[in-house]
């Protein structure tokens, strides 16, 4: 994913009457620099236009939840993350 295609997803989900994407996260390795990148482009993106994001981890390959913490720490805050009664929205699969 480029930043481009990342403005382009957040657009083109917007014309169809979306207002949030569910990101879903498989792996939390450092070395996987394609989705971190794709991550980071995806919220600078969702930030210009108004849009929201949250995380939907896959447990059957992060099995402990306090491995996401630092992700959720980095993005949570950002006004495009997606909040319910003022806090921070997960689902996980």
């Known amino acids: 994913m480029t930043a481009d295609e990342a403005v382009q997803d957040i657009a083109q989900a917007q014309a169809l009457g979306f207002d949030a ?5 498989m792996t939390l390795d450092p070395a996987d620099t394609w989705s971190s990148a794709a991550i980071a482009f995806l919220f600078k993106a969702a930030l210009a236009a ?18 996401w913490v630092t992700l959720l720490t980095q993005y949570a805050g950002s006004a495009a993350y997606y909040k319910f009664d003022g806090k921070a929205f997960v689902s996980m699969y």
């Open 21 to 25: 994407f569910a990101l879903n996260v």
């Open 50 to 67: 108004s849009f929201h994001l949250f995380f939907s981890f896959d447990t059957t390959h992060v099995k402990d939840p306090s491995a």
